[in-house]
């Protein structure tokens, strides 16, 4: 099982970027799927994450920028960033609570590869 995730890159201030975080290997099921972000320094902080059902959460000082949707089909989660800020430079890494088929790895939490979104000024 492994998280896959694209979409990062450079976008200057103001402008716009969609995170992608696909799910592969032998899943049985993936319950809440999600978005962190990491600034050299400091620690992993919650940007958004949602259940299977859509109920959404996200870091209160980001609500209104980032939206977090998910395809359930295809197991995968987006972030959409709006309003891009400078603050926002990060790297971003995808998150989700999976069980694979039985023996294909272990129940609980998956992390991606981390992809760095930097905004410039």
């Known amino acids: 099982v492994q998280l896959q995730a694209s979409g990062g890159g450079l976008v200057q201030a103001g402008g716009s970027l969609r995170l992608s975080c696909a799910a592969s290997?032998?899943?049985?099921?993936?319950?809440?799927m999600g978005w962190y972000r990491q600034v050299p320094g400091k620690q992993r902080e919650l940007v958004a994450k949602i259940t299977i059902t859509g109920i959404s959460e996200y870091n209160e000082f980001l609500r209104g920028r980032f939206t977090i949707s998910r395809d359930n089909a295809r197991d995968t989660v987006y972030l959409q960033m709006n309003r891009l800020k400078p603050e926002d430079t990060a790297v971003y890494y995808c998150?989700?609570?999976?069980?694979?088929?039985?023996?294909?790895?272990?129940?609980?939490?998956?992390w991606g590869q981390g992809t760095l979104v930097t905004v410039s000024s």
């Open positions: 998150n989700a609570d999976i069980t694979p088929h039985y023996g294909q790895g272990h129940t609980g939490q998956y």
């Open positions: 290997g032998s899943i049985f099921n993936i319950r809440d």
